[in-house]
């Protein structure tokens, strides 16, 4: 594992690590036409604590998730331009992985598809996704709304996500073995588009990321 600088492509959604820049923020240079300036930073400092970076803390385990439904309006509507406008390779930082830790679970909910959107899911520092068990899971509800989930278990991949082929849902749940894969430094879990509609994203996708870590220590550097 290595320290990689943001790609100029990846939009960065994520919890903990330095604040969003604000609305004034962005437009500092208050140009209203070219040239402008470009205002932006690297939120992933290279420590970030458990604490900093997770929604539920129990004694040792921690988890954190990412959904884009639960976005603003208007932050769906930049995640929709952004990936736009970068095209394929266009990258969304959704995850925090903080240092120290082992990342234990991964799992990525397709809940509903855009024909013709597809991504892989990976990490900017190279943390090990998990996949000693990698399993895809699709649930295909009842056409009367009242007999029960047909669900398939399958092998999984990290890579070729975002379609449901024809299932109501789509899950893939990755799990490490020995404990986890070890992050040194702050990581975070990247979605990478990989395929996009000819005529451009809408917006009605639908997709949630899970990560499960557990923190045994935390580091005791101050950047």
Not at 80 to 95: D, H, P, S, Y
Not at 207 to 217: R, S
Request: proline letters at 3%.
């Amino acid at each position: 594992m290595a320290w990689t600088a943001k790609n100029a492509k990846a939009y960065q959604l994520f919890r903990g690590g330095l604040n969003k820049l604000s609305v004034w923020a962005q437009h500092l240079s208050g140009a209203c036409c070219e040239p402008g300036v470009t205002i932006d930073y690297d939120r992933l400092n290279r420590t970030i604590n458990p604490e900093n970076a997770n929604i539920h803390t129990s004694p040792y385990g921690n988890r954190d998730n990412w959904r884009f439904s639960e976005e603003a309006d208007s932050e769906r509507k930049r995640i929709v331009e952004w990936i736009n406008t970068q095209g394929v390779g266009a990258q969304l930082e959704l995850v925090v992985l903080p240092a120290h830790t082992f990342l234990t679970h991964l799992t990525l909910k397709v809940l509903a598809e855009e024909a013709g959107f597809t991504f892989d899911i990976k990490t900017r520092n190279g943390t090990v996704l998990p996949d000693t068990q990698l399993i895809e899971v699709s649930e295909t509800d009842s056409a009367d709304g009242c007999s029960s989930v047909g669900r398939v278990q399958a092998a999984g991949a990290w890579t070729g996500l975002g379609a449901l082929s024809g299932a109501t849902r789509v899950y893939t749940y990755g799990a490490a073995g020995d404990g986890g894969n070890f992050v040194l430094d702050s990581d975070v879990v990247i979605l990478e588009v990989t395929g996009l509609p000819a005529g451009g994203l809408k917006g009605f996708f639908d997709i949630q990321l899970d990560a499960t870590y557990v923190a045994p220590g935390r580091s005791e550097a101050l950047i």
